[in-house]
């Protein structure tokens, strides 16, 4: 019986706690608003690009053919001390599209880590007033730089937005449930970041659709508050935009803003860079890693749970589903993704166990960048 009340309990304060984060979550979301802005802006679009001999010409072939005026937009593409053909492909592409820049690196020219330096040196090179970044592998909708331009407004200085992996159609079960599960993380993570940007107060983005002023860059010191990380190069310096400056942050929803991404085509790939991605939630704010402490926690004493008290587990469960599919509900018409709704509890599930198991690992231990041991 004294088993049963600590379960309780225990399981009562987590539970409102889980309560009260989801509906922050799905209050911000609803903050967000569309851009209004109708001045064309200047944009330097910004890639770093270690090894991708594979995805980056077809990268090159989507932001050349971009529906915006050619004289308004340049490419700069980094090549990071790549060792296969990634220079020569990048070459092949300048000759065909002349707003194609190639900056090519033998070596770590500062004291930043490899992708912050790379990043670094293109934004040192860049002549237009916003910078926008995106990745080697990922698939840039025709309207991406219309629809950043009209986010663009005077007093905004940062615009973070949706970037799904892109779905396949699969034959196997395992690799279904490893397609949805990976569109599922995408889509809550996005949720929260959103929300977060709607709420006012940005902690998280992702690095392959992010947008800022370079004045702003330049304004926080760049990346040097933040170098201590390895990764970090999206979330920790949009965190520091947020806490440093007065500018306005926005996020993107329109799904003709929304930039796909391959992924990982291997078990080890999708470990490695979770690890990366997870690495830079040690430097996140305290109020931050509380409220992910709380949430992890609630998901884990549930899991327990059930050995002491199955039946008032199986309560707080039902309860915590609810509140998921009301965020997954709302995320779903931010975000699209309808076919993963039927499927929410069991990849909820998959969800817990994946960031009580492989979340510490970004903690500990090293990963690699492109080939590159950091």
């Not at 983005?205 to 201590?228: S, W």
């Not at 935009?241 to 085509?265: A, G």
């Not at 960031?355 to 690699?368: A, D, E, M, S, T």
Request: proline share 4%.
């Amino acid at each position: 019986m004294k088993y049963e009340l600590a379960v309780i309990i225990i399981n009562a304060i987590l539970f409102f706690c889980y309560l009260a984060i989801h509906s922050l979550v799905i209050r911000g979301m609803a903050k967000l608003r569309k851009g209004n802005n109708t001045e064309m802006r200047r944009f330097s679009i910004i890639v770093a690009a270690r090894n991708e001999e594979k995805c980056i010409g077809s990268c090159l072939e989507f932001l050349a053919k971009l529906e915006y005026p050619k004289k308004l937009y340049e490419i700069i593409v980094v090549n990071d001390r790549s060792t296969d053909a990634t220079e020569k492909i990048v070459q092949e592409y300048q000759r065909k599209y002349p707003i194609i820049r190639l900056i090519s690196l033998d070596n770590i020219t500062s004291d930043l880590p490899g992708k912050k330096n790379a990043l670094n040196e293109a934004i040192k090179a860049s002549t237009n007033e916003i910078l926008a970044f995106t990745d080697a592998d990922s698939i840039v909708p025709p309207q991406w730089l219309t629809i950043l331009s009209e986010y663009f407004e005077p007093t905004v200085g940062a615009v973070a937005g949706y970037s799904p992996f892109e779905e396949h159609s699969i034959e196997t079960l395992s690799a279904k449930i490893g397609d949805g599960f990976l569109r599922y993380e995408e889509m809550k993570n996005s949720s929260a970041t959103a929300a977060g940007i709607g709420l006012k107060n940005a902690y998280m983005c992702t690095g392959r659709n992010f947008a800022y002023r370079k004045k702003v860059f330049e304004q926080v010191g760049g990346f040097q508050k933040i170098k201590h990380s390895i990764s970090g190069d999206d979330d920790l310096l949009i965190q520091l935009m947020q806490k440093e400056t007065t500018w306005e942050i926005r996020y993107m929803s329109e799904p003709e803003s929304f930039v796909k991404t391959q992924p990982p085509l291997t078990f080890k790939e999708f470990i490695n860079q979770r690890k990366r991605h997870f690495s830079a939630a040690q430097f996140y704010p305290a109020k931050m890693k509380i409220i992910f402490a709380l949430i992890h926690s609630f998901n884990a004493v549930l899991m327990i749970s059930f050995f002491f008290a199955p039946a008032t587990a199986g309560i707080f469960a039902i309860g915590k589903f609810i509140i998921d599919g009301i965020l997954i509900r709302k995320a779903i018409q931010t975000f699209g993704n309808r076919n993963l709704f039927k499927w929410f509890v069991p990849l909820e599930i998959c969800f817990i166990f994946y960031n009580l198991l492989i979340g510490p690992l970004g903690l500990v231990g090293k990963f690699n960048w492109k080939s590159s041991l950091e």
